[in-house]
């Protein structure tokens, strides 16, 4: 195209919205108005299953629940009376305990006020509160905040060591719906003992986020833990940072929740506008089916020039890989749909891997995060009129312009600052396009069996890692890999008893080898102490 060409096809595709100084622009992804007509009856399907789904219909046949994130940042629309009283009473619970916190009402038993947060989590439990917080937290924050979200030794240790001896002024938010989610209780375990070899008591300092009823909310209550804030079951993981899971840490660290939950509403409303050029969403759902031909042939590359927007990528690999990676559709068809996501930051990223975007394998889109605003203080000139965020204005045009010249498609999504209200608007804009383009696809974006999978799976291992234990405890002499397999239930598991073997051997655990571990058959094991 001309340039002039290119500039008419931007100003007709250009999305603006004034309340949110928000703008999409998908010029430059290569579809043509053939492709624009034959997509306008799936949008209309999709626009009114989205209305359906807010109205309370039932979205997740697995658990037999509706899906409600878009009642978080407006109860009205929440389709009874209790659940719109639920969402209310739950923000003024927030509030509430966030104020006392900070004033001190509510404090460590040794100390005026608390100092730090760490916040124990997993999934959506973990990236939505570590997005916001690494994007929002105030310069004068009144804590400070860390994370454990994995089931690492190695990981937990180091958290623990970074808040060191501000552990008695720790407020540890424990959050899991089910209370039974084995890294997050696995990671609470680790805490509480860290608490008891300082003679600490942990209930004075402890939280729980997490469902009705769950094994972790009667913990909490027979512990007397500081507080409890509820996890609907109505909200899915990775949608639930406009919920207590991400608003309790925003709270506590000074972000303003009120512009996060005014935003997303704002966004909300735009994004049920049932047309195309006027609906974000619509847009981003629109331009990633014709990337990948409606099949997720093309990977999402997410590239903010912002340090502040470090972790959007990663937030957005679960909100769109787990709710639209699927085996089968929502017929029972074998369709493996996904699309894969991954990114870091621009300009950082061009001396990285946009190389291969320019010259490599075709097989990616990219989605510009532009923010208009570069800080809350005056830039320095480094040369004259040339400040810094010039420079980083200037690296995300070229590199657009770069990709557009070597016919790689682009969409640019472009704020006016990074704030409350704009990250609570990109949530939301996000939280919208996944669920349209689910339609568009035909596959049920709000549930996850292979999640679910992947847990059984973990937990059969670790049963076999007990049977192995026992046979060996048992056992009068050593035994090979082959003999232990031929003793334990789960017969057939030989090389997983091999790496179970090798892990315990490794973290010394009372395991005794002979033997080469690079050729296993060589292999003879005995035990010499019992580790229950």
Not at 194 to 217: C, N, R
Not at 504 to 519: A, I, M, P, T, V
Request: charged share 20%.
């Amino acid at each position: 195209m001309s340039t002039e060409q290119l500039w008419q096809r931007y100003q007709e595709w250009l999305y603006f919205d004034e309340q949110l100084g928000f703008y999409v622009d998908i010029s430059r992804m290569s579809f043509d108005e053939f492709f624009v007509k034959a997509m306008l009856p799936k949008f209309e399907q999709a626009f009114q299953e989205m209305e359906a789904l807010e109205g309370g219909a039932i979205a997740n046949p697995d658990e037999n629940r509706m899906v409600g994130h878009y009642w978080l940042r407006n109860p009205d629309i929440a389709p009874t009376a209790e659940l719109k009283q639920e969402i209310q009473e739950t923000l003024e619970q927030i509030e509430q305990f966030t104020q006392k916190v900070h004033s001190g009402t509510v404090k460590p038993p040794n100390a005026p006020k608390f100092t730090d947060i760490l916040s124990i989590g997993i999934g959506g439990s973990a990236l939505g509160p570590q997005f916001v917080a690494e994007a929002l937290i105030p310069k004068d924050a009144p804590l400070q905040i860390h994370f454990i979200d994995n089931t690492d030794p190695d990981g937990i240790a180091h958290t623990l060591r970074d808040i060191g001896n501000r552990l008695d002024t720790t407020l540890v938010l424990i959050i899991s719906k089910s209370g039974g989610t084995p890294e997050t209780r696995n990671g609470m375990l680790e805490v509480k003992a860290a608490y008891e070899a300082q003679k600490l008591d942990f209930a004075p300092h402890a939280v729980a986020i997490t469902g009705h009823d769950s094994k972790l909310e009667k913990q909490a209550q027979s512990e007397n833990w500081l507080e409890v804030f509820p996890m609907h079951d109505w909200v899915g993981g990775r949608t639930s940072e406009m919920s207590a899971v991400g608003l309790v840490s925003a709270a506590l660290l000074g972000i303003d929740i009120h512009e996060m939950l005014a935003g997303a509403k704002l966004m909300d409303d735009t994004t049920r506008k049932p047309n195309l050029k006027s609906n974000p969403a619509a847009l981003l759902a629109f331009a990633w089916y014709y990337a990948g031909n409606g099949k997720g042939s093309k990977d999402m590359v997410v590239l903010p020039y912002k340090d502040r927007l470090m972790l959007f990528s990663r937030y957005l690999q679960q909100l769109v890989m787990e709710s639209l990676g699927k085996e089968k559709d929502r017929d029972g068809n074998i369709v493996h749909q996904g699309i894969a996501v991954y990114g870091n930051k621009g300009s950082t990223d061009q001396h990285a891997y946009v190389q291969q975007l320019r010259e490599g394998v075709p097989n990616f889109f990219v989605t510009f995060i532009e923010v208009l605003q570069d800080g809350a203080t005056p830039s320095l000139e480094l040369e004259p009129n040339t400040t810094s965020g010039d420079y980083l204005c200037g690296f995300l045009q070229g590199t657009r312009q770069a990709l557009y010249d070597n016919q790689r498609d682009s969409i640019t999504v472009t704020i006016p600052d990074v704030s409350p209200r704009t990250v609570g608007a990109l949530i939301a804009l996000y939280d919208r396009a996944v669920g349209l383009y689910g339609s568009l696809v035909n596959v049920n974006a709000y549930h996850q069996p292979g999640v679910e999978a992947g847990k059984k799976a973990a937990a059969s291992v670790l049963e076999l890692q007990r049977q192995v234990l026992d046979v060996l405890q048992k056992a009068q002499s050593p035994l090979s890999l082959a003999e232990i397999d031929q003793q334990v239930p789960q017969d057939g598991q030989i090389e997983v008893i091999y790496k179970i073997l090798r892990h315990l051997h490794s973290n010394q655990r009372g395991l005794s080898s002979e033997g080469h571990w690079g050729q296993p058959e060589s292999l003879q094991f005995s035990w010499q102490k019992d580790i229950s």
